[in-house]
């Protein structure tokens, strides 16, 4: 599975993006979907996750500003990000899971900056 983010901007704090994570998989529907972030000097964590049934979960630092979708015809996964905050900045990797198998993207940059 080949997973292809793109969308990752410099934005003013307080502004908007969208991300997109295309994929390969003739089974995406079947894939927990998620959005991780890792910034320099610090560990990736958990953004966002949709499972295959459409549930979400959200990190406590971007729930009520980020919204995480999925389009199961265009094999894409999007992530709405509004009221962004210096502190969003990082490289935003895309990953898909289906039981044993785990995949990741190469990641786009989002930088809040004014």
């Known amino acids: 599975v080949q997973l292809v983010e793109s969308g990752g901007d410099l934005v003013q704090p307080g502004g908007s993006l969208r991300l997109s994570c295309a994929a390969s998989?003739?089974?995406?529907?079947?894939?927990?979907m998620g959005w991780y972030r890792q910034a320099p000097g610090k560990q990736r964590e958990l953004v966002a996750v949709?499972?295959?049934?459409?549930?979400?979960n959200y990190a406590d630092s971007v729930k009520g500003r980020f919204t995480v979708s999925r389009d199961n015809a265009k094999n894409t996964v999007y992530l709405q990000m509004n009221s962004l905050k210096p502190e969003d900045t990082a490289v935003y990797y895309c990953n898909a899971r289906y039981i044993a198998y785990n995949y990741w993207g190469q990641g786009t940059q989002v930088t809040v900056s004014s």
């Open positions: 949709i499972t295959s049934g459409g549930s979400t």
């Open positions: 998989a003739r089974t995406f529907s079947s894939y927990a």
